[in-house]
């Protein structure tokens, strides 16, 4: 696995000096927070530049590539979250512009990512995906963070992953359990993500909820036409 930096057309030619000498080689996920701090520092984004009044948002990739003897030829784009309220209002028009160009394309499949604890119906990226995918042939709705809500909210959240709330999605919403900043911080592996995560879901609560949850992704979606998942 590697990590290099896809310049912006706007950065100077002494920046784009210090984009080209980075590349790293990685073997294992729990590297990458390193990779991105450094990634960061050499972008200048606020949080890592030494200036306060550094930008919050770089128009540079940081391109990860993975090569496997999967059959899968699929780019993910993680993209930042919308934005209503800013500090600065051009930090709230340019993620809104970054957002849009890779929704509208025909070949993306929107994969909409909101929090458990949230009304999927305001959500501005389900609004989004329904203004660039009128049909609902792309998009998918991802529920993150059940484990952070109280169990009063789990019979709403399940009835939203099981397409009975009044959002509703032509594919639908999966359940996916995050690990939480303790375990981030111990350094989980992916192993043990994904242990953590099926136990979650096989506990008596959700079980009883009847929800899709990450762990058959695949098996809902192998053949669906247009896409290649596996």
Known sequence: MTTSLLLSASRSPE???????????????????????EASLIMGVRGF???????????DILRLELVRDTGLHLTLVGLPGLISVAEDDEDVEIVQGWVDSYLESSRAIILSVIPASSDAETQ???????????????????????????????????????????????????????PSPDELAAGMSFRQRHRAEM????????????????????????????????
């Open 124 to 178: 501005r990226i389900i609004q989004r995906a329904r203004h660039f995918d009128k049909e609902g042939v792309k998009t998918v709705g991802i529920i993150t963070k059940p484990n952070l809500i109280n169990k009063n909210t789990e019979e709403r959240v399940a009835r939203l992953a099981k397409e009975l709330d009044r959002t509703k999605l032509n594919l639908g919403f999966f359940l996916v359990k995050d």
């Open 199 to 230: 136990e979650f879901f096989s506990s008596q609560r959700w079980k009883a909820q009847g929800n899709r949850s990450y762990t058959n992704w695949y098996q809902q979606f192998t053949f669906l036409p247009g896409w290649s998942l596996e």
């Open 15 to 37: 920046e784009k000096e210090n984009f080209a000498a980075f590349h790293r080689e990685f073997r294992d996920f729990n590297e990458l927070p390193t990779i991105i701090r």
């Open 49 to 59: 530049s030494e200036f306060a009044d550094a930008p919050g948002f770089a128009a």
